[in-house]
């Protein structure tokens, strides 16, 4: 029983040490190993200084997210009209209440409002979504769209 204490303990302890003693790619790039070449980075500290943090979440951060060419799963899509604003907007509410953790997009194009929901990078993702939400009944217009989406 004391030998699996102290082994536990040491465990622990190991973890901890190496935990605490990560290396980042500029502690690897200035280590000098026979047979190898020599790199020598010129820069700003308070670039080195940034590397391995975690940036917390802002909903500004959020809007600046880089897009790519990706696809979207079309929920609705109507014309130029109050009418079928409202309807996108219902639309999005009902995937938002069935699926809150779906993205949905609410927006106009012209010529016609449009309700979209995810970002998906392969069509094979939007294609799973796709047929949830028509599995449900509650969407009778549902296709997938190329889109520009948010990483």
Known sequence: MKLLKC??????????????????????????QMGEGVVTIHQDARLKALVGQVRPYSAASQKAAPKVQGFRVQVF???????????????????????????????????????????YRSIEEADVVM??????????EVSIVRSLIKL
């Open 7 to 32: 082994c536990c303990v040491a465990a622990l302890l190991f973890c901890g040490i190496t935990a605490s003693a990560q290396e980042t790619i500029f502690d690897r790039l200035d280590k000098q």
């Open 77 to 119: 899509a109507g014309n130029n009209s109050q009418q079928a604003r409202n309807e996108a907007n219902k639309m999005a509410e009902k995937v938002k209440m069935q699926f809150p953790e779906l993205e949905v997009y609410t927006q106009f194009v012209s010529p016609r409002w449009l309700c979209r929901v995810g970002d």
């Open 131 to 140: 047929r949830q939400l028509k599995s449900t009944g509650d969407f009778k």
